[in-house]
Structure formats: structure tokens, C-alpha cells
């Protein structure tokens, strides 16, 4: 292996190590279910919450009354905003976590360039229901130096039916 395959492996497993012990970042109005910060948020879909390196991961309770998940095929995340001025490799996690412990991962996106924000889509695969939470989680895949900041700015999360 080369040396920067190497110390992207090493940058990777410290960043996990370091998130999990993290709490998750929130979304408007707090609550509290299985130990994970949730919360739901805005009806306003012009707001933006934010992901960067300090807190790399959000959660969005599902809203039976406003989400139409039955129907859904596809979970879209609109990355509104990308403040990553030195392009730093930047992946995104998105994961179905019912009620309880267990969080099913539903798909993995990119940014290209790592500066250009848009819309994403990763399929629901039947296994989201009408309880739990979305949550999106951004890995930074190259080693960042000390003073560099990353932010994206994420609007509400969406589910998506088939066209």
C-alpha cells in the first residue's frame, strides 16, 4: 500500500472511532428516543441544518403525517450549501433506524467535485417505515489539516416515489 493509502486508512478509522462517540447533531425542536438526539424539524423547507467536521451527523425523525413513506422508493438529500475550499474528499452515509437499536444502512453518495452541491437520491429498498429516523452521516475521506473547516448545509430530507 502507499504511504497516503495508509494514512487515509488510519485518517478514516480515527475519524469513525472519534464520531461514534460524538452525539449526533440535531434538527429544530429536541427530543429524546433510545438514547440518540432526534428531532424533528421546521415544516419550513427553506431552512438549512448543517453538517461539518466537529459534527458530522444529523438525524431526521419521521413524520408519518407529513411523510409519505408507504409510497417512497427513493430518500432524497438536497446539499444546498458546500463551504470546502480545499476540495477535501467528502462522502455521505444514509441510514433507516427504526425504533430500535439496529440501523439499516440505505446507500452512500458523493459529492463531485467535492465542492458542488446538489440533489441525491439512494432507494429506500422496502425497509423504511412510518417510525424512527433518517440519518445522514459525512465522512471525510482525506486527511484534513488542522485549521480547515468543511460545512454543508442540508435541506429537510425527502421521500421520493418512482417516476
Given amino acids: 500500500m502507499k504511504v497516503r493509502e495508509i494514512n487515509s486508512c488510519v485518517c478514516l478509522l480515527l475519524l469513525l472511532c472519534c464520531s461514534s462517540s460524538c452525539s449526533s447533531q440535531g434538527l429544530g425542536k429536541q427530543s429524546q428516543v433510545n438514547k440518540v438526539k432526534r428531532e424533528t424539524i421546521d415544516r419550513s423547507d427553506d431552512r438549512l441544518y448543517y453538517l461539518d467536521n466537529t459534527n458530522p451527523k444529523l438525524s431526521q425523525l419521521i413524520d408519518p403525517a407529513r411523510d409519505q413513506v408507504g409510497d417512497a422508493k427513493f430518500v432524497q438529500v438536497e446539499v444546498a450549501e ?55 452521516s459525512m465522512v471525510i475521506t482525506d486527511k484534513m489539516e488542522a485549521n480547515d473547516q468543511v460545512k454543508v448545509g442540508i435541506k429537510r430530507i425527502r421521500f421520493v416515489k418512482a417516476q
Fill in 82 to 136: 458546500v463551504v470546502n475550499p480545499k476540495r477535501y474528499g467528502l462522502t455521505f452515509d444514509v441510514y433507516y433506524e427504526p425504533s430500535s437499536d439496529v440501523k439499516i444502512q440505505l446507500g452512500t453518495f458523493t459529492l463531485y467535485p467535492a465542492d458542488n452541491p446538489g440533489k441525491f437520491i439512494v432507494p429506500t429498498q422496502g425497509k423504511v417505515r412510518n417510525e424512527g429516523a433518517i440519518v445522514l
